[in-house]
């Protein structure tokens, strides 16, 4: 007899994170499955890599916000509360304060943990692009690459080539290089 794993609403995610034990620990909810997220020294370098880049656009660029490891839910979801390991919103809308922010963020990033196969990359990368997001960078860290998505292209590239913000960030870019530096 197989068992299925309980599936959680947000509300129950809620009650979830509110405990002690899990207060200073970093959890996602995927599909109703709770699942932790215990990133990596390489993957906060790299994390830490992405944002100042995306930062320093943004200060002469005000366009809007990035962040590190923000959490995010699409509007009337009851089975998801995502982190993208980087984000980008743009525009003005609210910062969230409490809370997951309900909206997925224009540009999402994630970078593959050890334990994640390629078609998880790409499970999460069709969420983001189907609830909201209009591009989502998929970091590879072994083979030090990035795959570039929006709803129309898709691009492989590595470390001798350049990331393009394209119309969501116009004028940005940062060689690929760069978000492996120190790794």
Known sequence: MVVQPKLYTVDEFEQFLALPE??????????????????????????GNTVTEINIYLKSNQIGQAAVEARHRPTDDQHNDRIPDVSVVLGNKPIT?????????????????????????????????????KMVWLIYPRQRIVEVLTAADRQLLTENDTIEGGDLLPGFSVAVRDLFRGV
């Open 22 to 47: 899990n207060r200073d620990r970093l959890f996602e909810l995927i599909n109703g499955e709770i699942v932790e997220k215990v990133p990596t020294q390489e993957h906060g370098i790299i994390a």
């Open 97 to 133: 304060r409490h809370g997951a922010a309900n909206f997925i963020p224009d540009v999402c990033v994630e970078i593959q943990s050890p334990d994640d196969t390629p078609r998880i990359m790409s499970e999460k990368a069709a969420f983001y692009l189907e609830n909201g997001a």
